[in-house]
């Protein structure tokens, strides 16, 4: 706009260039316009710096016509170039019309353009605070994955310590086993010992009923021996206490072999009926095998 402008008090200036060298006839027909002796055209171009107007030009072109009976040639060339600079003034204010229109319609769409760009801002703003909202949603969700993850290490951490202690379950088992094993062993080598003392003790009491016939048949034989027979008599009664006290010694032994050989088949076939129940059942079967141990001793 301020080039167009520009051009138009260029071509102003012009025209009044033209109307000043149109001598002292123009002057004089144009001396009530003002002191200046300038045309209303001119003055006004001057004065606001803006292009003509079209009846400031037709102005112009009158007063040409006027003093064209004073001057013929010379005249006539300067209406020519009058003429020629209204025609290119006109097609330079047709140029410049088409330039501000087009720089409207430029500005028009500037402003449709600010518009979108306004919108599809406001729009992107929308677009930023829902992926705000969203992001929040998602540490949310990242922060219960986090919890989730703690808990289930938790919970792995007690499962592995579960499966330890049930390994370590089975271990002792593996090992009551085996000493329960070691204690029947030691049983079956006292059931035989004890079968061994039985043995002697009938050895034993065949010799004292042997002995019995003899001293019978020493009582019988001789009085004189008597204090033979009085030895033997008291060899006898010691050899009856000995034989009494072998098999009560024999009898107990029996008898608690007897229930110690049937507790650890109880505990066996319990151990064998409770293997699928659990590490509880094992612990009271050591809890009895250690008071067996302890009564063996």
Known sequence: ??????????????????????????ALSTSNQGPSGRSRCAAESSRYQAPPTPASCSLAA??????????DAPLGGLLAKY??????????????????????QQRLKAESELRRVQQQVTFRVGEVAHLKVAL???DGELQDLRDRLREFELEESSERTLQEAVHQAQAERDELRDAMQQVLQRLDAANVMIGQADG?????????????????????????????AQALRETVADLEWKCGLLQRLSDLTLDQNDEKSATLHTLLESESMLDAGG???????????ASDDGSDC
């Open 1 to 26: 706009m301020d080039t167009n402008n520009s051009r138009m008090s260029e071509l102003g200036l012009k025209l009044t260039g033209l109307a000043e060298m149109l001598g002292p006839g123009a």
């Open 62 to 71: 009158s007063m040409l016509r006027s003093n064209n009976f004073a001057r």
């Open 83 to 104: 003429r020629d600079a209204e025609a290119s003034w006109l097609k330079e204010k047709g140029k410049l019309m088409l330039a501000a229109k087009r720089e409207q």
């Open 136 to 138: 929040k949603g998602r």
């Open 200 to 228: 002697s003790v009938a050895s034993m009491e065949a010799q004292l009923a042997a002995a019995a016939a003899e001293g019978l048949r020493a009582e019988q034989a001789a009085q004189a021996a008597q204090a033979e």
């Open 279 to 289: 590490a509880g059942s094992v612990c009271g079967g050591k809890d009895l095998s």
